[in-house]
């Protein structure tokens, strides 16, 4: 089934840090509206845009107090309504960023749910007694030891997958459930185009609460019995009434899981976001990489979408975790998009991604704000660890490596804001900006122009079946997508080095055509079967 959110390219705009209009440091909503012809320029069809709801902002908004206003720092509701006319004025759809398995524990809920235990809004959070005057079992949550903390007030322990701040919900509360089913039909009500939904597999508890054999590995906090329920209720009540996208944050899925959620039949999302790359490959390896293309594109092909990202607001710009952000920034930051905008799957670009910037190195843990590194680092020095050594152990990874200011210009702050940024900018502005990558008709945001303006063209991009043809090789990536008898060759030297690649032989090759390349000298004419492919080469083939 041809649907438009299945050809779209996804732009996700971290606000707090793509532009302030106030000189107030955070990035705001004004200053999205201000930079639309920007993001219109790249050519996307829709912007994702991370949470801007009530929040005391422990978590960067993902821990929100009030679904329906708009937090101080992003603007008011007027300026987001104008924000979603001009998005649409422009051709552009919006989807809004909801977090439904937990609030900040300064919601009203939960301020009711805790003052004591026979309020009405008890039952909307997770409360038990404690077991042996302890932890009521030995889960642990993503940020802290352990998913419970005690409130003395009524003397049970709360539930929080992530931080002590941010309370789960009762998902098994039938009046939960009604509450935001109709703060989400406010939203769309007022016509936007879909919602990224976080986390949203893990709104079902595992039953009983039993003790896990190893607490560490945290995937028992997805995935359980209940979950697809929940997401059918969710579309029946809401989803299907409107003409939108939605695309599930899902940890700790294989493709078989993944299924359940995206499948076509289901009537529970349209796309999802797995972490077989971002969670579970800390640095390139090419092997696992098309091991996990191959898997996830036989285990969704003809049933449900994928998508394709390489970084968000959560993990490292790709260029430094998965790339080169040295010597061959420009074409490895080339390669990469290139990557995803050719696999199977809706290929998301996030903010600053266009133009290749990189992750930083702080020199202090006091310049990093990230709750997730900042718990961890706690964590680890308390039980005795070197604070330098744990430092240099979390900076490779900490969220903030992706959410420093988008670099405008060369001007201070690169032009970013007039007063102090909430969180430093990367020193490489000078070199590395938008202003620059607007004035070199090479640069990396032409590329992704290029690329993004071929998918409107090219079906074979979006539908085509897809073939890995370099299956061993440890550098080369070279994979075919065919679409009603257009065949595409993708080839990607992903490698410091030349790469020697022979193209297999039921791969024709004799009226190959250049669609696109990062090395500008790629000709036309040289023989494809036997190819040396330089240091971070990608070229795209009509064969
Ligand atoms: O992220 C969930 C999360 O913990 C990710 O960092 C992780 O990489 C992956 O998604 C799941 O394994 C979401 C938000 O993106 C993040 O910013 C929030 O802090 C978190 O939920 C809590 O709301
Ligand atoms: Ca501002």
Redesign the pocket.
């Known amino acids: 089934m041809k649907t438009w959110w299945k050809e779209a390219v996804v732009y996700q705009v971290y606000w707090r840090s793509f532009y302030d209009t106030n000189g107030d440091g955070f990035g705001d909503l004004e200053g999205v509206i201000a930079k639309l012809d920007y993001i219109k320029k790249l050519g996307v069809d829709v912007i994702w845009l991370n949470p801007c709801y009530e929040s005391p902002d422990f978590?960067?908004g993902?821990d929100i107090s009030d679904y329906y206003q708009i937090m101080d720092k992003a603007g008011n509701m007027a300026t987001w309504e104008r924000l979603l006319a001009e998005v649409h004025k422009r051709g552009m759809k919006l989807i809004m960023d909801l977090?439904l398995n937990?609030t900040s524990d300064q919601h009203p809920w939960f301020l009711e749910s805790r003052s004591s235990k026979d309020n009405p809004k008890r039952d909307w959070y997770i409360w038990k007694d404690p077991k042996d005057a302890k932890e009521p079992n030995n889960w642990r949550s993503?940020f802290t030891p352990s998913v419970w903390e005690y409130d003395s007030t009524t003397e049970q322990y709360y539930m929080h997958s992530?931080a002590i701040q941010?309370p789960d919900l009762n998902w098994e509360n039938e009046e939960v459930r009604q509450a935001i089913y109709q703060m989400m039909r406010f939203w769309l009500d007022k016509g936007i185009d879909g919602f990224r939904l976080?986390?949203i597999n893990l709104l079902a508890k595992v039953k009983g609460f039993p003790d896990v054999e190893n607490p560490q590995n945290i995937n028992y906090l997805g995935n359980n019995p209940g979950i697809h329920e929940y997401l059918r209720e969710m579309n029946r009540e809401v989803l299907q009434h409107y003409d939108i996208m939605t695309v599930g944050?899902i940890?700790f899925v294989t493709p078989e899981d993944g299924v359940l959620y995206v499948g076509e039949d289901r009537n529970e999302l349209h796309t999802l976001f797995h972490?077989e790359v971002?969670?579970d490959m800390p640095t390139w390896d090419m092997t696992r990489f098309k091991e996990i293309q191959t898997r996830w594109y036989e285990g969704l092909k003809g049933r449900g979408t994928n998508s394709q990202f390489l970084n968000n607001?959560?993990?490292t710009r790709q260029v430094t975790r998965y790339g080169n952000d040295g010597k061959y920034r420009v074409e490895s930051a080339k390669l990469l998009a290139t990557m995803i905008h050719t696999l199977p799957g809706i290929p998301y670009v996030y903010q600053g991604e266009e133009i290749g910037m990189t992750g930083v190195r702080f020199p202090s843990i006091e310049d990093y704000n990230d709750i997730?590194m900042k718990n961890k680092y706690k964590e680890e020095v308390e039980k005795g660890r070197d604070p330098e050594e744990v430092f240099e152990d979390l900076l490779v990874l900490s969220r903030d490596n992706s959410r420093t200011p988008i670099q405008w210009n060369t001007g201070e702050q690169a032009g970013f804001t007039t007063g102090t940024p909430w969180i430093k900018v990367n020193p490489n502005y000078q070199e590395i900006n938008v202003e620059a990558a607007l004035a070199g008709p090479d640069s990396v945001f032409y590329y992704y122009q290029k690329l993004i303006r071929l998918r409107k063209e090219n079906p074979v991009m979006i539908y085509g079946n897809y073939q890995d043809v370099s299956a061993g090789d440890e550098h080369v990536y070279a994979y075919t997508r065919t679409d009603q008898g257009v065949t595409w060759l993708v080839l990607l030297n992903h490698s410091d080095n030349e790469s020697l690649f022979m193209i297999p032989e039921e791969v024709s090759t004799e009226n190959a055509q250049l669609v696109l390349a990062n090395y500008q000298d790629s000709s036309q004419q040289e023989s494809l079967q036997k190819l040396t492919l330089r240091p971070h080469e990608a070229r795209i083939y009509q064969v």
């Open positions: 978590d960067n993902y977090v937990h993503y992530f941010q976080d986390v944050e940890p972490f971002a969670d607001h959560d993990h997730a």
